[in-house]
């Protein structure tokens, strides 16, 4: 299988740096001009985040499987994102397979469907992201099959266009997705917003008004 172009892993370590910040997902989103943010009913169901590299994974609509062929492209700090056609009712995504992907390094899995487990997933501190959670399982177990999965190809998850290889920035507020190629131009900018956003907390803790907010920062 050939790898994916995956970005400078200095890049990477810079995103997560930056992305220590108070809700990091906004951040990068304001920064390119509020797009690459997916569907707000993506949601962790219990407070994680995680900022790595795509690998992307695609599901046969209405008939899906594990996604378990990811393990064997995943590399560590990636972020699996799966498009699972946004079915809420099968889950692909359970505790048993949180933890083969955390020994495999993977940073958390998105999840344009639905996940279960979310007691295991949670206790393993795996970050899961998901439109739902569900009992219901896929065929896999009991068919045994799981040759219908695509790797690395674009997909729309939350109604965004993913590569593999583009950045994840996901939290307890949203997912927001960075294009590989502006990766290096959205690090600075978020980071000179996430620098800004922390010296207008400490001068609201200053008691600054607004109007004075406004005219040191330009925006509140």
């Known amino acids: 299988m050939s790898q994916p172009?995956?970005?400078?892993?200095?890049?990477?370590?810079?995103?997560?740096?930056?992305?220590?910040?108070?809700?990091?997902?906004?951040?990068?989103?304001?920064?390119?001009?509020?797009?690459?943010?997916?569907?707000?009913?993506?949601?962790?169901?219990?407070?994680?985040?995680?900022?790595?590299?795509?690998?992307?994974?695609?599901?046969?609509?209405?008939?899906?499987?594990?996604?378990?062929?990811?393990l064997h492209a995943a590399q560590a700090g990636d972020v699996v994102v799966i498009d699972a056609g946004g079915e809420t009712e099968t889950s692909v995504f359970g505790g048993l397979m949180g933890s083969l992907f955390k020994n495999c390094g993977v940073a958390g899995a998105v999840i344009d469907g639905a996940c279960r487990d979310t007691d295991e997933l949670r206790d393993l501190e795996f970050a899961i992201f998901s439109r739902a959670v569900t009992a219901r399982g896929t065929h896999t177990m009991f068919s045994g099959r799981?040759?219908?999965?695509?790797?690395h190809v674009p997909i729309s998850v939350g109604g965004v266009v993913v590569h593999s290889g583009d950045l994840i920035v996901a939290d307890e507020v949203g997912i927001t997705?960075?294009?590989?190629?502006?990766?290096?131009?959205?690090?600075?900018?978020?980071?000179?917003?996430?620098?800004?956003?922390?010296?207008?907390?400490?001068?609201?803790?200053?008691?600054?008004?607004?109007?004075?907010?406004?005219?040191?920062?330009?925006?509140?």
Do not use: W
């Open 5 to 70: 172009h995956r970005p400078a892993a200095e890049l990477v370590a810079r995103a997560r740096e930056i992305a220590r910040c108070y809700s990091a997902s906004c951040v990068f989103a304001d920064v390119q001009g509020r797009a690459g943010v997916m569907h707000s009913s993506i949601k962790p169901p219990y407070r994680a985040k995680a900022v790595g590299s795509a690998l992307t994974v695609r599901l046969l609509p209405g008939d899906l499987q594990d996604p378990l062929a990811a």
């Open 177 to 220: 997705v960075v294009p590989s190629a502006r990766l290096p131009q959205v690090l600075e900018a978020a980071a000179e917003q996430a620098a800004r956003e922390e010296q207008t907390r400490a001068r609201i803790r200053e008691g600054r008004s607004f109007e004075e907010l406004l005219t040191e920062f330009g925006r509140i």
């Open 146 to 151: 799981k040759n219908d999965v695509e790797l």
